[in-house]
């Protein structure tokens, strides 16, 4: 399969635990983003990666939160002190570069915390 | 910011019949609207989508409608299948390069056979 990846698909925390979860998207796509979806809506936007670089981070993304792309090829995203609000299924997508429109989404990684 | 608004949120047909889901974008600025379907479990994946500067795509039984006057978009599938049942989300964002897609919040499609 040479589509977007994620890891793990599931995972289940206890309230103030640290998550940390993978996104390795298709091969030479320079752009990644990090979405997240919760029961009933749409994706909301968290961040963007150019390469390695963060260029935008949404209001969504508290402190607790944190994004690396360190060598432009796979991204992680953690969640630290972890929050029943966090529960949420969190989607990457992965888009080629510039002159092109279409982001390939990820299966995502459902987040339970209880 | 831009807000998108989607409905209805759940359309019920017939096998056979169309399909018709509405959303509304509020950024006069965005120039590229592209419609994903998501099964039960499944990533989104994109369907169709179209640019500002085009009033209307078609691909096979999947339509797309712009009115960027009234800043509203509409998805249209003929000739619905079971298979087409699943949850369409509507999107929209001003593309430089840099996409912040901004979801409506789905529609839930039921085919019945």
């Known amino acids: 399969d040479t589509g977007v990846s994620q890891d793990p698909r599931h995972k289940i925390t206890k309230r103030g635990q640290n998550v940390t979860f993978r996104c390795d998207p298709i091969s030479e796509h320079n752009r990644l983003y990090w979405y997240r979806q919760t029961l009933g809506q749409g994706p909301e936007f968290l961040t963007y990666?150019?390469?390695?670089?963060?260029?935008?981070k949404s209001r969504l993304l508290s402190d607790r939160f944190s994004a690396e792309r360190p060598k432009g090829s796979f991204s992680t995203l953690e969640i630290q002190r972890t929050e029943q609000g966090d529960s949420a299924m969190y989607l990457c997508?992965?888009?080629?570069?510039?002159?092109?429109?279409?982001?390939?989404f990820g299966p995502g990684t459902r987040l339970t915390v209880l | 910011g831009e807000n998108v608004e989607q409905h209805p949120s759940t359309l019920s047909v017939q096998e056979g019949d169309s399909a018709v889901i509405k959303c509304t974008y509020s950024?006069?600025?965005?120039?590229?609207f592209p419609w994903y379907k998501q099964e039960l479990g499944k990533r989104p994946q994109l369907i169709i989508d179209i640019r500002s500067n085009v009033g209307e795509k078609k691909d096979q039984r999947i339509a797309v409608t712009l009115n960027k006057t009234a800043k509203h978009f509409s998805l249209h599938i003929t000739e619905t299948q079971p298979e087409d049942s699943a949850v369409y989300f509507c999107?929209?964002?001003?593309?430089?390069?840099?996409?912040?897609?901004?979801f409506g919040t789905g529609t839930r499609l039921l085919v019945s056979p």
């Open positions: 950024d006069s600025a965005s120039n590229y």
């Open positions: 997508a992965s888009q080629p570069g510039p002159n092109t429109d279409t982001q390939y």
């Open positions: 999107a929209a964002t001003l593309n430089t390069g840099f996409q912040k897609l901004v």
């Open positions: 990666f150019q390469n390695e670089a963060q260029l935008e």
